[in-house]
């Protein structure tokens, strides 16, 4: 049976999730958790969020290490397989959505995840680390951030049927009128986008969704008739 699935907002590794990650520990047995900081590889701060992920889950008291995956040729390391099995929790925590989804798509880490999370093992993704787990991705979000482009979703690894924006009691004060129009229009007919807000996660345990933490989830994320196509 698959293990828990939980698509936390934001706040990975800090005191305002304490309570989500207890719950998940608690409903794991010998838990270890496996930090995966893979969306942010590209940048400085890649092994502080390494080290904050142990330094949290220590606090937990429970053992966490940091699996060094930050590109393509690491993912597709043969020797990956050994070093997840070690493992029952996999955290990917925040960072660029589209990097992630590129580095780990198809990739003998995410085939080894899968494996043990339908043997059930647990996935936690926050922030970029939930968006990739949805059945489309707004994976080219840093282009809109950083150029104004609104390029289309695209396909994710489909543990959970719909796009997912976290952050989201931020970012549903930048998405009005035009702009919500133009996120939208890119998105295919038979898909619907939830929004996660900060410090909160949406987690499915036993084929059943609930609530965790200090905010809400949005379904669908916008409240008007999406206008895709």
């Keep these: 049976m698959a293990g828990i699935l939980a698509l936390v907002g934001s706040g990975e590794f800090t005191d305002e999730v304490i309570d989500i990650d207890e719950f998940i520990l608690s409903k794991t047995k010998n838990p270890k958790v496996a930090i995966l900081a893979t969306a942010a590889g590209r940048e ?3 092994q502080k969020w390494v080290e904050d992920g142990i330094s949290h889950f220590k606090k937990l008291k429970t053992f966490a290490a940091g699996i060094d995956i930050k590109n393509s040729e690491d993912t ?3 020797h990956i397989e050994k070093e997840l099995d070690k ?3 996999y955290y990917f925590s925040g960072g660029d959505p589209g990097y992630l989804l590129d580095t780990t798509k198809d990739s003998f880490a ?4 899968i494996k043990n999370y339908q043997n059930g093992a647990a996935i936690i993704g926050c922030s970029a680390g939930a968006m990739i787990m949805g059945k489309k991705v707004w994976a080219r979000v840093y282009d809109y951030l950083n150029k104004g482009i609104m ?7 489909n543990l959970a049927h719909y796009g997912i924006i976290p952050h989201f009691g931020e970012v549903k ?3 009005i009128e035009k702009k919500l129009e ?3 229009k890119n998105l295919p007919k038979d898909s619907q986008v939830i929004g996660i807000e900060e410090n909160t996660a949406y987690i499915k345990i036993n084929n059943k969704w609930l609530i ?4 809400k989830v949005h379904i669908p994320a916008f409240d008007l008739t999406q206008k895709h196509g």
């Design 212 to 215: 965790k933490g200090r905010g």
């Design 151 to 157: 390029l289309p979703w695209e396909p994710g690894h």
């Design 44 to 46: 400085k701060a890649y």
């Design 173 to 175: 004060k930048d998405f």
């Design 182 to 184: 133009e996120l939208l």
């Design 87 to 89: 493992f029952n929790i």
């Design 110 to 113: 995410w085939k080894t995840i």
């Design 76 to 78: 597709n390391n043969p």
